[in-house]
């Protein structure tokens, strides 16, 4: 249970990033942040997670400095912005972020900065509504970026978008986009090669929270997870249970850990799975909500599906 004091705290913190965030917009509309000079001459583009970083530097190519909010392995869900963070996104020339309540705790910061003169690009709006999935019909999941084909529609989405802000590079955006578009493709082949791997009845990926639904819709394994689709909800035991309950029945190798989520949750349902008489091995751990590290060869969204795809084949076939 939170203290009086601790909620306190979270409400002062809260009044004094608004004064903050009010701050900059003051300074902006009276143009005092917009003269300071371009250290580089290149396009500021703020992002929120470490796959948008990757992308608008793939897209942007020499033609931006990208300045990426998270860093590697840090939980999008439950991300708030530092004062440090709205100076870097009042200070961008486009913003970059993903929509669907990803960043659900920094909803208010783009409203206010949506108030500004500034190009703001939230790439999740920009996918076909047909595509995006609905928890009890009305909140998206936001995990769009497993399944290559959206990310692909983001990727173009992008590409527009800078083209828009600066059009006399339009056709270099769109080229980068046009290569980008080629490697993606070969990636999305590689996946479906490594799942034909797994014995069909075997194709069932067991995770800590519902970050892979899209890839499972796209690949054609059947996804389980003990959270939901955000982390900012408890772990029910019933959940637990449920699950174990089904790895049991269906004798399933194993489940996987995320880089971004506390394994805690993933050791409770092994536990389960042992009571019930069937052992449960944790086949790797996934990257779900960020990129992963060059030391692993996976820094960058590429190199990360392929990480994953590997991890679950190797565990599953
Ligand atoms: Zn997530």
């Known amino acids: 249970m939170k203290s009086k004091n601790a909620i306190e705290k979270k409400m ?50 020499d033609k931006v400095e990208v300045t990426g909010l998270m860093g590697e392995g840090v939980d999008p869900h439950l991300y708030s912005a530092s004062a ?6 009042a200070n961008a020339d486009v913003i970059v972020y993903g929509g669907l309540h990803l960043e659900g705790k920094m909803t208010d910061v783009f409203e206010k900065l949506s108030t500004l003169d500034k190009a703001i690009l939230n790439v999740g709006s920009k996918l076909d509504k047909r595509k995006v999935h609905l928890i009890d019909g009305k909140t998206p999941d936001p995990h769009v970026w497993f399944n290559t084909e959206m990310w692909e529609t983001e990727a173009r989405a992008v590409a527009v978008e800078l083209g828009k802000f600066d059009a006399k590079n339009k056709d270099y955006y769109m080229k980068n986009f046009e290569n980008y578009k080629i490697q993606l493709d070969e990636l999305t082949n590689y996946v479906k090669k490594r799942i034909e791997e797994i014995p069909p009845k075997s194709r069932v990926l067991v995770t800590a929270h519902d970050a892979f639904n899209y890839f499972g819709e796209q690949f054609g394994l059947e996804v389980r997870a003990i959270q939901g689709v955000s982390t900012d909800s408890e772990t029910g035991t019933k959940n637990i249970s449920d699950l174990a309950n089904f790895i049991a029945e269906r004798n399933i190798k194993a489940v996987f850990v995320e880089s971004s989520v506390p394994k805690k949750s993933i050791e409770a349902l092994q536990e389960a799975v042992k009571a019930r008489g069937k052992e449960i091995k944790i086949g790797g751990e996934l990257y779900s909500d960020s990129l992963g590290d060059k030391q692993h060869n996976a820094e960058t969204y590429i190199k990360t599906v392929k990480a994953n795809a590997d991890t679950i084949v190797n565990a599953l076939k």
């Open 84 to 89: 440090g963070d709205i100076e870097k996104l």
């Open 12 to 61: 002062n913190l809260t009044i004094i990033l608004s004064l903050i965030m009010i701050f900059f917009i003051m300074l902006i509309s009276c143009g005092k942040l917009k003269e300071k000079p371009h250290s580089t001459g290149k396009i500021r583009v703020t992002t929120t997670t470490t796959m948008l970083t990757d992308l608008v530097k793939i897209i942007g190519g």
